[in-house]
C-alpha cells in the first residue's frame, strides 16, 4: 500500500465491495490532505484494525448487521473519531436523526463525490456537514419536533447548554423534582416524535436543530 502523509487519517466501512474500492481510489486522488489507512466492509472489521482509532469514518449508514447506528456513533465518540454518515436515503427525519445522535455529516450516495472531502475536512474541524441538496430538503419540510410548553423549552435550552438539573431548578425558581419532571416529559415527547434524545449530548444536539439553543 502507498504510503500518504496527508493529515486527516480516514477510514471508510461500505459493505458494497465496488463502491468501497471505487471510493477508495477517488479519495486518494482528490484530496493530499487525507489519508485513506482502512477500507472495511462490516463494523468489527473497523474497530479490530490496526489503524483505528482514526481521526474520520466515512460509515455506510446501511450495512446489515442490526447493530444501531447511534451505537456505532456514541462508540465512535468515545474513541475520538468524526463520523460521516453515507446512505441512500435522503430523508430529513434520517439526517435529523443522525445529527442528532453525534454524526458531524451527512451524505447521499448519489451526491458529487466532491461533497465527501469537504464533508470529510469539515467534520476534521469539528464542524457539521450537510451537502446543498438535502440542506434544502431539512430547512423546506416542516420539523417534525414535537410541540413544547414555553417552561419545557426552558427547561431544554438550559439543560442543553451544559447547565446540571440543580442550577435549572434555581434559574427558573422550582423545585429539584419539577426539573426532573420537565425533562422526564420532554423526552417522552420526542421518543413519541421518533428521536431518542436519552443522553444529555443527544438531548443537546436536538436542541440546536430544533433552534431551543443557537450554538
Known sequence: MTIHTGNIRLA??????????????WIRGAADDISMVAAVATWPE?????????????LDLD???????VLKISTLKTTGVKTVLMSTYSDPKFVREAL???AHGYLVKSEDASMIV????????????????????????PNDAPKLSAQERRVMALYAAGE?????????SISEETAKSYLKRIREKYRSSGF?????????????LDGIIIE
Open 12 to 25: 471508510i466501512v461500505d459493505d458494497h465491495k465496488m463502491l468501497l474500492g471505487a471510493l477508495t481510489e
Open 46 to 58: 473497523l474497530l479490530t484494525h490496526p489503524e483505528f482509532p482514526v481521526d474520520v469514518v466515512l
Open 63 to 69: 450495512l446489515k448487521d442490526n447493530i444501531p447506528v
Open 100 to 102: 442528532a445522535a453525534g
Open 118 to 141: 469537504q464533508a470529510i475536512r469539515a467534520a476534521h474541524r469539528g464542524q457539521m456537514f450537510v451537502s446543498d441538496e438535502l440542506d434544502v430538503a431539512l430547512n423546506s419540510e
Open 164 to 172: 446540571p438539573v440543580k442550577s435549572v431548578a434555581y434559574e427558573l
Open 196 to 208: 431518542d434524545v436519552g443522553t444529555k449530548v443527544a438531548l443537546r444536539k436536538r436542541a440546536i
